[in-house]
């Protein structure tokens, strides 16, 4: 299983930025998909994920209400359409693929992951 996440970038704060995760090598609808932050000195924090059989989203308090996930399988692309974006959404985010559907905050469980993608917002 390979992941590719793409569209991060530098954008003010205040902006948006929408990335992208492409799994392939993996019938894409049967895995969940999250999105983890990484910084400096720091291991990756969960940001979000969205179950494959019910697609259910789970967030973290840090970014509900401005950030959405969401899976177009037909495209096998899940999204991360991240608004009202702050300084300290800065970070390398990477997304990875599990094969459970439920509490999908933890690390543990993603067996595959991405290259990461910088996102830097600045005040």
């Known amino acids: 299983v390979q992941l590719q996440a793409f569209g991060g970038g530098l954008v003010q704060a205040g902006g948006s930025l929408r990335l992208s995760c492409a799994p392939s090598?993996?019938?894409?609808?049967?895995?969940?998909i999250g999105w983890f932050g990484q910084t400096p000195g720091k291991g990756r924090e969960f940001v979000a994920a969205?179950?494959?059989?019910?697609?259910?989203?789970y967030y973290a308090d840090s970014v509900k209400g401005r950030f959405t996930i969401s899976r177009d399988n037909a495209k096998n692309t899940v999204y991360l359409q991240m608004n009202s974006l702050k300084p300290e959404d800065t970070a390398v985010y990477y997304c990875a693929a599990s094969g459970d559907n439920n509490h999908l905050y933890p690390v543990r469980k993603y067996a595959y992951w991405g290259q990461g993608t910088l996102v830097t917002v600045s005040s």
């Open positions: 969205i179950s494959y059989r019910d697609r259910r989203t």
């Open positions: 090598g993996c019938p894409f609808s049967t895995y969940s």
